[in-house]
Nanobody, 124 residues
Framework: VQLQASGGGLVQAGDSLRLSCTAS????????MGWFRQPPGKEREFLGA????????DYADSVKGRFTISRDSSKNMVYLQMNSLKPEDTAVYYC??????????????????WGQGTLVTVSS
């Protein structure tokens, strides 16, 4: 099972950006797909996660209302739509996969498959 995050780049404050995560090499119907980020000099933090099958999605309070997770099962893709970006959103963003479905896993250790990160830089 492999994950690959993409779509990062340099944007200005207030801009939007959509990150993509391509999943391959396995089946994901019984897994939860999560997004995390690691700002410079800080620990990795949970942003949100969605069950691959079904409608259950959960977000961290810090991004609720600005970030949206969606998935396209036909393409094995998961997306993170980020709106109203702020300089403090600057981080390396990671997609991940967990075998836990309920409750939605929010801890880094709950996820056993990780993609390489994609850097998002938000300038003021």
């Amino acid at each position: 099972v492999q994950l690959q995050a993409s779509g990062g780049g340099l944007v200005q404050a207030g801009d939007s950006l959509r990150l993509s995560c391509t999943a391959s090499g396995g089946t994901f119907g019984a897994r939860t797909m999560g997004w995390f980020r690691q700002p410079p000099g800080k620990e990795r933090e949970f942003l949100g996660a969605a069950a691959w099958s079904g409608g259950r999605i959960d977000y961290a309070d810090s991004v609720k209302g600005r970030f949206t997770i969606s998935r396209d099962s036909s393409k094995n893709m998961v997306y993170l739509q980020m709106n109203s970006l702020k300089p403090e959103d600057t981080a390396v963003y990671y997609c991940s996969s967990s075998g836990t479905l309920y409750p939605i896993p929010t801890g880094e250790s709950d996820y056993n498959v990780w993609g390489q990160g994609t850097l998002v830089t938000v300038s003021s």
